[in-house]
């Protein structure tokens, strides 16, 4: 008798352990589902509290009041970050209706074809060229996606405001409750103190490492590009500028994707003085200014190999969108970690 109410209640128990497993289950995709439209303000909310994380504790040492200190450094971190974006912002929309109409008067004038036919041994390569690639078609197709991307991104302003206003919202949070949310994390994690101290200081690294090593690299190189593509009075520099930017942020490519095209347009044009005067600035200034400011920003605190870091980055963004730039070297990190903890274990 009393053996068959251990073997029933035994079975009972099972079951109810099951069904908490398939409640918790339950609950964790629904959580999830919930927090994904969250993703990209938790990123950059995350980011920009770890890259400030020594602003704000000198505040809170000198104010003395949690609230008022992380009120306050959202405030400055708003000023440093949204006015100058803002701005560019503006000024790049503007760039980019313009640049679009200017490439393509100059494809419907056929004023590049007048270039390339000026210079004999490259006339035969645009030949085949058009041959093989309807190019006023090209770019026109491209000016048009190029001034309807302007318009979508004026329209979908709102909605980025609202992104805007939330990440700040939850970088309030992030700084003041700084201590109680490492907490929680430690007392729901499987890893010893000491290991959670490793996890927390390679993705603290990997932020650090990803916003000034390539972020802040990226805008200098841009900036850098932007700057002499407007000096020499190309159009759209602050275009540009941003496209160089962007493709410096992704290993293996880079700004010369954009200076090189310009350089050997403008020497086919005439302009050898401002061609050799790109090419130099960009390939001695734009391409090696990473060298010199990586290990500056950067020092030795995390540098991934280039393959890991692009496939981080790319298959970042493809997953994650925007937020991936962030979240792609940081899953990677954490993984990579993971890793070597269980090969620690292992005997």
Known sequence: MNTENTSDWGSRSHIHVIALMAATALGIYLCYRMVLPFVPALTWALALAVLFMPVHRWLASTVKHS??????????????????????G???????????????????????QRVL?????????AQMIERRIDLPGTISAIAAWLTNATASFVRG?????????????LLFYFLRDQRAVLLA???????SKAEMDRLFSRVGDTVYATIYGTFAVAVVQGTLGGLMFWWLGLPAPLLWGLVMAVLAVIPVLGAFIVWIPAALFLALAGSWGKALILALW???????????????????????HTIPAFMAIVGGLIVFGPSGLILGPVALTVTVLLLEIWQSRTP
Do not use: C
């Not at 302003?157 to 919202?169: E, K, N």
């Open 185 to 191: 994390i430690r007392s729901l994690s499987p890893l």
């Open 117 to 125: 036919d000026a210079h004999p041994r490259v006339a035969p390569i």
């Open 157 to 169: 302003s709102v909605i980025q405001a609202i992104g805007v206003l939330l990440t700040f919202y």
């Open 67 to 88: 609230n008022l200190a992380a009120s306050i450094s959202v405030v400055v971190i708003g000023l440093i970050v949204v006015m100058p974006a803002t701005f560019v």
């Open 90 to 112: 503006q000024r790049l929309v503007s760039e980019a209706v313009t640049g679009a109409d200017t490439i393509r008067a100059k494809v419907d004038s056929g004023e590049w």
């Open 282 to 304: 960009g390939g001695v200034v734009v391409g090696g200014i990473d060298n010199v400011i990586y290990p500056i920003l950067v020092g030795n605190r995390l540098k991934l």
